[in-house]
């Protein structure tokens, strides 16, 4: 009973701590009134610490490092266009539930479906008709070998497109792949074709970059070692991390792949960026890190697709970005 009064009381503590901490003053400027979503502006999670911590927020192109506007909406994950933006979010209470929820651009709620675990990546399609999500079923992490996600391809408008694209057949070296240990992740849809998009692919250890098809219901490997991909908005390059470590301690670099030559480029960011990279323009990547030694916290950088060049900040304490172009 001791033991069991104790822990309660720590809970309470934690959880009061907690409610304080997100209370408290932000610690970034945030502008007076609610965010409004606009051409040539960038949307992303706000993880500065105190008040609208987990919200989504927006910032000018013009102005990355300047006041942000925050929406009164909480997302684990965020993407949008000027037309829809999809969060997926944690409901956290007596039993934890996953969720995703389309928003109008005065986020308004215009549609929900639950997802099947953790949230990790999502995209809309650049015709606003689609959204793609991104979920870990087991694991949390994509830096061991015993997660698994389930992927799929949803209409904007409600209802799903495709079902798990582990459904889908998965064909290497014209070969078709039937393992059940088949994990797929980390959509990516082609300007112009709405039945086309890439995707990540890994099957008994072995990880491709997949081109899939809707309609063919097909997901063909077409190069190796690519995950998260991220594709050029003139659909002629594609971004994605690159594990230079191992299965067990992945290390991801930087890198994208020229689509008509296959000419891989790895870039010089050092440290190991977990997350799905946004184009900025055809020139930079954006991605998220990890703030050090700050719990929940990180950072937007940015770096040119030019190998010699080195990453800075875009955006201090912030995940998650989209560009609206």
């Not at 479906?113 to 870990?136: E, K, N």
């Not at 798990?164 to 240990?181: C, K, P, Q, S």
Request: hydrophobic share 40%.
């Amino acid at each position: 009973m001791l033991v069991i009064a104790a822990a309660g009381a720590y809970a309470a503590n934690a959880f009061g701590r907690f409610q304080e901490s997100r209370t408290a003053a932000s610690t970034v400027r945030v502008a007076s009134g609610a965010a409004v979503l606009e051409k040539s502006s960038v949307l992303f999670r706000n993880t500065a610490p105190g008040q609208g911590y987990g919200t989504v927020g927006v910032v000018p192109l013009s102005d990355p490092a300047g006041e942000r506007s925050l929406a009164a909406v909480a997302c684990d994950r965020v993407y949008g266009t000027l037309q829809h933006i999809v969060c997926l979010k944690t409901n956290r209470g007596l039993v934890t539930n996953f969720e995703a929820v389309m928003l109008t651009p005065d986020w308004r709620p215009a549609g929900s479906w639950s997802l099947p675990g953790i949230p990790s990546r999502t995209r809309i399609s650049p015709d606003g008709s689609l959204v793609a999500t991104t979920v870990f079923v087991s694991g949390h992490s994509y830096g061991n070998g015993s997660f698994s996600t389930a992927t799929s391809i949803s209409a904007v408008q409600g209802g799903s497109v495709t079902g798990n694209l582990e459904d889908f057949t998965l064909l290497v070296n014209g070969a078709r792949v039937t393992a059940a240990d088949r994990n797929i992740w980390g959509v990516t849809f082609v300007p112009g074709q709405r039945d086309t998009f890439y995707a990540t692919a890994a099957s008994s250890g072995r990880i491709w970059l997949v081109k899939g098809s809707i309609s063919a219901r097909t997901l063909t490997a077409i190069h190796d070692g690519v995950e998260c991909p991220s594709l050029s908005p003139d659909g002629t390059r594609i971004a994605y991390k690159k594990n230079t470590g191992s299965p067990v301690a992945a290390h991801w670099g930087v890198a994208y792949l020229d689509v008509a030559s296959g000419k891989e480029t790895v870039l010089s960011e050092p440290r190991s960026v977990d997350d799905q990279i946004e184009w900025l323009d055809e020139q930079t990547l954006l991605y998220g890190l990890a703030r050090d030694g700050a719990a929940g916290d990180s950072d937007i950088w940015q770096i040119n697709t030019n190998p010699a060049s080195r990453s800075s900040i875009f955006i201090e304490h912030a995940w998650s970005p989209s560009v609206i172009r």
